[in-house]
C-alpha cells in the first residue's frame, strides 16, 4: 500500500532524530563536552586531568541544599589530590541563586547554566544530578538524587577507587 | 485530480494529531522552580488549614481531628 511506505519514511526519520539526540548525550563511559560552549556564566576552573564532580543544583531544590555541606567536605578532603567540585546552578533567577550561594558559604567553583544548556544536554531527570568524571575526561558514574549520608558515603567511594586506579 | 478518501483521512489524521500535539508542553526537572514555590503549598496559609480541617472534622466527618478537639456533633 502506498501509506505503508510513508510510514516507513516516518520511522526512519524518528530513528535518526532519536540517534542524533543520542549522541553527545552525557552518560556513563561518554566523555564530558566541552564546558565553554555551553554559555556558562561564572569561572570556570582548569577541569583538564582534574577528577572532577559536576553537580547541577538550584536554589528550590531541597536536596541540593542538603548536598551542599557534604560537596563542601568531599570538596575539603580531597582537593589535594586533584579532585574538583563544580556545582552548575540552574535556577532562573540569578538573584534566588547568589541568596542561596551566600547562605550555603561553599568555597568550590559554582557556576550559571544561564541559558539551560548543559542542563539540556545532561538530560537531568531529577534534581540535582551530578556526574564523576575521571581524569582522562570520561563519565565514570551518573547521580540521581542526594540520599544525605548513603550518597556521601557513594561519592567517596568512587573518588577512592579512582585514586586507588592510579597508585 | 483524482479523489482518494483514504489518504484524505490519513492526512486528516495526521493533522489531527498534529494540531493536538501543539497543546503538549513538558516542564523539564531543572524548570520547576515556579512549582516548588512556597506559595504553590495549598497548606501554606495555618489558618486557613486550621479552619478547613475544623470543617471537615466537625461537619462533614470526612478527617480526622489533626488537634482539633471534639467528638464530630457538629457542636464545636
Redesign the interface.
Known amino acids: 500500500m502506498?501509506?505503508s511506505s510513508?510510514f516507513k519514511r516516518i520511522g526512519f526519520t524518528v530513528a535518526l532524530l532519536a540517534s542524533a539526540a543520542m549522541l553527545g548525550s552525557m552518560e556513563k563511559g561518554e566523555p564530558l563536552p566541552h564546558l565553554d560552549a555551553f554559555g556558562l556564566v561564572g569561572d570556570l576552573p582548569e577541569l583538564e586531568g582534574k577528577i572532577v564532580y559536576l553537580d547541577?543544583w538550584?536554589?528550590?531544590?531541597a536536596p541540593c541544599k542538603a548536598s551542599f555541606p557534604d560537596m563542601q567536605e568531599v570538596y575539603e578532603k580531597y582537593k589535594d589530590r586533584g579532585v574538583i567540585v563544580v556545582a552548575v546552578g540552574?535556577?532562573?533567577?540569578e538573584k534566588?541563586m547568589n541568596r542561596f550561594l551566600s547562605r550555603m558559604n561553599a568555597t568550590f567553583p559554582t557556576v550559571w547554566d544561564r541559558e539551560?544548556k548543559l542542563?539540556?544536554r545532561a538530560k537531568?531527570?531529577?534534581?540535582p544530578t551530578s556526574f564523576l568524571i575521571g581524569r582522562d575526561g570520561v563519565i565514570v558514574s551518573r547521580h540521581r538524587g542526594w540520599l544525605g549520608d548513603r550518597s556521601k558515603k557513594k561519592l567517596i567511594g568512587e573518588i577512592e577507587a579512582l585514586l586507588k586506579d592510579e597508585v | 485530480m483524482k479523489f482518494e478518501p483514504k489518504k484524505i483521512l490519513v492526512g486528516a489524521v495526521l493533522l489531527g494529531t498534529c494540531l493536538m500535539g501543539v497543546g503538549c508542553s513538558t516542564v523539564e526537572p531543572w524548570q520547576k522552580g515556579n512549582l516548588a514555590d512556597y506559595t504553590m503549598r495549598s497548606d501554606r496559609d495555618e489558618l486557613a488549614s486550621v479552619m478547613t480541617s475544623h470543617i471537615h472534622f466537625s461537619r462533614e466527618a470526612a478527617a480526622g481531628g489533626e488537634g482539633v478537639g471534639g467528638g464530630g456533633c457538629g457542636c464545636n
Request: charged share 20%; net charge negative; proline share 0%.
Open positions: 502506498w501509506y510513508f547541577f538550584a536554589s528550590w531544590c540552574v535556577d532562573d533567577s534566588a539551560q542542563v539540556d537531568v531527570d531529577v534534581m
